[in-house]
């Protein structure tokens, strides 16, 4: 056989929601389309799936083609499929959500795609269905961010508590009681008290701490679930 017969063909594409922390906003990546239809407008990072790939190995091309990373936390979201979400063609989209820390590869930005970050408050109108993908992304990072550690993808190696916590009312658009907070999180034994303060924020500074990678790999499935009500944010 040579193939199907009968059977209509149409287009598979990814596209990535990129969130980054800069260590005071969560951000976006968006960059400018490129070609019609929508041409010049803000759109997700996106691509044609090629013949001989996967859908993962298709979202980490797209994904080191705009930023130059590889190996960075992604996950594989949900498939939009309406027939009519793309005007020229029939085309469906396998969306990628990816977690990075903005400050450690914002010179590696590609400007070939006008990329450019925005406060997750922030965002320009998109293309598309662009708009319901995000939405999707935030609903999906605030449940698994209750049950897992995901959210220490987006900071650098040492990060502070309030950097921490801002993180977490980022990604939840709530305050959260500071030594509420802190209590819980040490609580998870996941954290390395380190010796140095970082002072730019205040006079008296606060600790840095350092993520302890091998209890991360062990306690990813059975972290300490201390955000109210995750079932509800699924």
């Known amino acids: 056989?040579?193939?199907y017969s009968h059977q209509k063909r149409f287009l598979v594409?990814?596209?990535?929601?990129?969130?980054?922390?800069d260590g005071q906003q969560l951000k976006l990546l968006l960059i400018q389309r490129g070609f019609e239809p929508e041409k010049g407008k803000w759109s997700l990072m996106g691509?044609?799936?090629?013949?001989?790939?996967?859908?993962?190995?298709?979202?980490?091309?797209?994904?080191?083609?705009?930023?130059?990373?590889e190996n960075v936390y992604m996950e594989q979201l949900?498939?939009?499929?309406?027939p009519a979400r793309d005007p020229i063609e029939?085309?469906?989209?396998?969306?990628?959500?990816?977690?990075?820390?903005?400050?450690q590869y914002k010179h590696q930005i590609s400007k070939d795609y006008h990329a450019e970050w925005f406060?997750?408050?922030?965002?320009?109108?998109?293309?598309?269905?662009?708009?319901?993908?995000?939405?999707?992304?935030?609903?999906?990072?605030?449940?698994?961010?209750?049950?897992?550690?995901?959210?220490?993808?987006?900071?650098p190696e040492k990060f502070t508590l309030p950097q921490l916590q801002v993180l977490y009312e980022g990604v939840y658009d709530s305050t959260f009681d500071k030594r509420n907070f802190s209590r819980k999180v040490l609580s998870t034994g996941l954290l390395v008290?380190?010796?140095?303060?970082?002072?730019?924020?205040?006079?008296r500074g606060a600790f840095y701490f350092k993520l302890d990678k091998r209890?991360?790999?062990?306690?990813?499935?059975?972290?300490?679930?201390?955000?109210?009500n995750p079932h509800k944010l699924k």
Request: aromatic share 12%; proline share 3%; hydrophobic share 45%.
């Open 1 to 3: 056989m040579t193939g």
């Open 119 to 155: 406060p997750l408050n922030k965002i320009p109108k998109l293309i598309f269905d662009h708009t319901e993908m995000v939405e999707m992304a935030k609903e999906k990072l605030r449940y698994k961010a209750a049950l897992h550690p995901i959210l220490f993808e987006l900071l």
């Open 90 to 103: 029939r085309t469906a989209s396998i969306t990628y959500f990816a977690l990075i820390d903005i400050n």
């Open 13 to 21: 594409a990814v596209d990535c929601i990129i969130f980054g922390f």
């Open 193 to 203: 008290k380190q010796k140095e303060k970082e002072k730019e924020s205040s006079k």
């Open 47 to 69: 691509g044609f799936v090629e013949k001989e790939e996967s859908f993962e190995l298709a979202a980490g091309r797209v994904l080191h083609k705009l930023t130059g990373l």
């Open 78 to 82: 949900y498939a939009f499929s309406d």
């Open 215 to 228: 209890k991360y790999k062990t306690k990813f499935d059975a972290f300490l679930n201390f955000i109210p």
